[in-house]
């Protein structure tokens, strides 16, 4: 069965702070994998896009892993703001518009 | 602001209204995405359409019916709904269909259902 699986639920760190979040996945056969950041009551903002040959991808403070043959992936943010503060979605699309999204990490970001 | 526009972005309706949600996006895509998300759950998949031609309807009740008439706008008519229709409704574009191409989301319709 087609998965994603994500953790932690949420997390708290104080601002300044480093956090990776996880991300673990049965998707076969194997696309991309994103992640986004949904703040509280908007749309989805693309992050990092990983396609089956990238081991890493930044995007400022954010920096994206994957693990094609564990099929794990991981998004760090370095030195975190109150801003970073929301829903971190992993998504893995597999052939066509088969895409499967994981049930997010909520992250809190404290003063 | 986000490149993809929805209106309106809060909709309150009865069960026997009839309703429209807009979206709207000029980058030029050529696919164009309903979701459904329920709250703290993640997106899931309602239709897609790609150069204006439905491509996936995942299986979504007849009383949500989805439009594109150009390549520009994408519309969800509503009819008939039920209280657990109540969500956040985004629209989603990207370039094409292909696979790997990032999806660029509008900030969503919130739908309530009396």
């Known amino acids: 069965k087609n998965q994603v699986e994500q953790s932690p639920q949420s997390l708290i760190i104080l601002e300044g702070k480093n956090c990776t979040l996880q991300?673990?996945?049965?998707?076969?056969?194997?696309?991309?994998l994103r992640w986004y950041k949904q703040d509280t009551g908007r749309g989805p903002v693309s992050l990092t896009i990983m396609t089956f040959s990238e081991n890493t991808k930044s995007n400022g403070r954010y920096t994206a892993t994957l693990d094609a043959d564990t099929k794990q992936s991981s998004l760090h943010i370095t030195a975190s703001q109150l801003s970073d503060s929301a829903s971190y979605i992993c998504?893995?699309?597999?052939?066509?518009?088969?895409?499967?999204f994981g049930a997010g990490t909520r992250l809190f970001v404290k003063a | 602001d986000t490149e993809v526009t929805q209106t309106p972005k809060h909709l309150v309706m009865g069960m026997t209204n009839k309703k429209s949600l807009k979206c709207e996006q000029h980058m030029g895509h050529r696919a164009m995405y309903w979701y459904k998300q329920k709250a703290k759950k993640p997106p899931e998949l309602m239709f897609v359409y790609s150069y204006e031609k439905l491509s996936i309807n995942e299986s979504v009740p007849s009383r949500f019916s989805p439009e594109c008439p150009n390549s520009s706008l994408l519309n969800l008519h509503l009819h008939a709904l039920q209280p657990e229709d109540s969500a956040l409704y985004l629209c989603a574009s990207s370039q094409t269909s292909r696979q790997g191409e990032p999806q660029h989301f509008g900030d969503g319709t919130r739908l309530s259902i009396l």
């Open positions: 991300c673990n996945y049965t998707v076969s056969p194997f696309s991309n």
């Open positions: 998504v893995v699309t597999s052939w066509g518009f088969k895409t499967i």
